[in-house]
């Protein structure tokens, strides 16, 4: 079984201060690890991906994510807000068995204030 | 490269009446989903297709929805009847592979009346 906690549903920052996007799993097996980002009446694009490999990955758009197993944790961070950054984020966890299932957190949305 | 096509974007229908959502994925991608997102939560797996068979089903209402994927290209989600709390966006996606990427497409807003 697998999960992924979200545990902000709102985050506000004013742009150029940094952005914190927490999330946390819980995976019965060895996990893949992804953030999406959804604008307004658009489909669901990928930010970043972890699959084993480097602990800490970039992504578009200047986030970047840490993947850190002692914590179950993969916070979504980027140095400086942008308004073009305002939109909902989702957390997911696909379990590495035969279905690719992914598991979506239940979302963050960022608010960018000028 | 097209990204994944779903048509129609909008959909309103009342209550009991049937509607159906088509999914064109990307060209070459053999598996395929759909996901329901209601309102204020993360989208939620409804069926995977591999080519032409079913993958995963396990989390469809199947009294009143059903998908196909009759040629292993394009798919189609029906719901037969609808009710109030189907109210949602229905999100198609593909990968390549079981192990890759997914791909969403814009998906279709669904209000049920």
């Known amino acids: 079984a697998q999960s992924v906690t979200q545990l902000d549903s709102h985050v506000s920052v004013s742009e150029g201060t940094p952005v914190l996007l927490r999330c946390n799993y819980s995976?019965?097996?060895?996990?893949?690890l992804f953030w999406y980002v959804q604008h307004p009446n658009k489909g669901l694009q990928l930010l970043l991906k972890y699959t084993s490999a480097a602990t800490l990955v970039k992504g578009i758009n200047g986030f970047e994510a840490e993947f850190k197993k002692s914590e179950t944790s993969f916070h979504l961070t980027k140095p400086s807000a942008h308004m073009s950054d305002a939109a909902e984020y989702f957390c997911?966890?696909?379990?590495?068995?035969?279905?690719?299932?992914?598991?979506f957190g239940g979302g963050t949305r960022l608010m960018v204030k000028p | 490269e097209a990204g994944v096509a779903q048509s129609p974007r909008y959909k309103i229908i009342e209550k009991r009446q049937s509607v159906a959502f088509w999914c064109n994925p990307i060209s070459g991608h053999a598996t395929l989903y759909w996901y329901q997102q209601i309102l204020g939560q993360g989208p939620k797996l409804l069926i995977q297709?591999?080519?032409?068979?079913?993958?995963?089903d396990s989390q469809l209402p199947k009294d009143r929805f059903s998908a196909e994927r009759l040629k292993g290209v394009d798919s189609t989600l029906k719901i037969q009847p609808a009710k109030l709390e189907d109210s949602a966006v229905y999100l198609c996606?593909?990968?390549?592979?079981?192990?890759?990427?997914?791909?969403f497409g814009p998906g279709t807003r669904l209000t049920v009346l």
């Open positions: 297709f591999q080519n032409n068979g079913v993958v995963d």
């Open positions: 996606a593909s990968t390549k592979g079981g192990g890759d990427t997914q791909y």
């Open positions: 995976s019965s097996y060895s996990p893949s």
């Open positions: 997911v966890v696909r379990g590495n068995n035969a279905g690719n299932m992914l598991t």
